[in-house]
């Protein structure tokens, strides 16, 4: 470890880490019910724009529009913040290194930046537009993306500037067609816009990012390893369930076996298998196993042809690492270990 870089004693240790979440929309919403998945209870008065938790983890919330969260981000003003991944590419320079992508992938806030087009347009390609000679007017909040796509395919425009409403801009004359984010697509459908094959210019999703300077001080650095602790066991347990099942047999070992013989009910290192003390005195075994949730009904079909019965399912709510893996690439990220 670089300990040169690891500073114990900084501001952060006489205040609360500060992660700041979108204040508006269905970022908010989704953030704020991705929180409370993992465990989180949020205190936090109505219309107030400081909130906190102070169970599992001890952080101060800020509610702020996600730009301001990326600038409190790069000026140091925040440790920890959760913003949409197209605003981080959009509105992140070469040259600015203060801010890290902690974890790439929450599983929320997902949709796409595409161009869009007039439904009447007879193109139906990225090709094909690339085709049209005359500068095309292109309506965008996302120009810096939007160039680098645009030079890319070598397209002749002249970028619109638009802040909200785009997919209207066609139907005004005010662009001939836009670059929006899109989730359903049906907003475009219902202004009779189309989205275009290699029209796509990134996905995106929520992401957790930090403050590459507080990330090396301890309070900051532990909360960051706690926070993603329980993003981590939270998201892998959503692909999962744990199933709970009564089996007759000679002993634990002739159990495993049969349960080793069938696909699907490995779960993640092997089932759990233990006694039943029955009034009969017949020989009986509890087995535990996790299964994903796309196999569940394979490992009921097999766990029924070698004598299950009386199958439960339960909700899994954490699978817990020993070091969540993005914890380490963190640290890697830091110079704190060596790759």
């Not at 953030?31 to 169970?55: A, D, H, P, V």
């Not at 730009?67 to 197209?86: A, F, K, Q, T, W």
């Not at 997919?167 to 049906?186: A, K, M, N, R, W």
């Not at 893996?325 to 704190?336: N, S």
Request: hydrophobic share 35%.
């Amino acid at each position: 470890m670089n300990r040169s870089k690891f500073n114990q004693t900084p501001k952060y240790k006489h205040r609360d880490v500060r992660l700041s979440i979108p204040s508006k929309g269905r970022m908010e919403l989704e953030t704020e019910e991705f929180l409370k998945s993992c465990g989180f209870n949020i205190q936090r008065k109505k219309r107030q724009y400081i909130g906190f938790i102070r169970e599992s983890i001890n952080v101060k919330l800020v509610y702020q529009r996600q730009l301001d969260i990326i600038r409190g981000i790069l000026n140091g003003s925040l440790e920890l913040g959760i913003v949409g991944y197209d605003l981080v590419l959009e509105n992140l320079t070469s040259s600015e290194n203060e801010l890290i992508i902690i974890h790439d992938a929450l599983n929320f806030g997902k949709c796409s930046l595409e161009v869009a087009i007039p439904e009447d347009w007879p193109e139906n390609s990225i090709e094909e537009i690339e085709q049209k000679e005359k500068p095309i007017r292109i309506a965008t909040k996302f120009s810096n993306l939007t160039k680098k796509f645009l030079a890319k395919h070598d397209i002749s425009y002249k970028l619109i500037k638009g802040n909200s409403s785009l997919e209207v801009y066609p139907e005004l004359d005010y662009s001939d067609i836009i670059v929006d984010l899109v989730s359903t697509g049906q907003t475009l459908k219902d202004n009779r816009l189309k989205r275009i094959k290699g029209g796509k210019i990134i996905d995106s999703e929520a992401v957790l990012i930090g403050n590459r300077t507080a990330l090396n001080h301890t309070s900051v650095l532990t909360l960051a390893r706690e926070l993603l602790e329980y993003i981590e066991a939270t998201l892998r347990a959503q692909n999962f369930v744990s199933l709970f099942v009564n089996m007759r047999g000679k002993s634990s070992e002739e159990i495993a076996q049969a349960i080793f013989s069938k696909k699907g009910l490995e779960g993640l290192q092997g089932p759990t298998i233990s006694p039943v003390f029955t009034k009969s005195g017949e020989k009986m075994y509890a087995i535990h196993v996790i299964v994903e949730k796309v196999k569940l009904q394979q490992a009921i079909t097999n766990l029924r042809a070698i004598g299950g019965s009386g199958v439960v399912i339960a909700p899994t709510l954490y699978i817990f690492e020993e070091e969540p893996l993005r914890y380490r690439q963190l640290k890697m990220e830091l110079g704190m270990i060596d790759d």
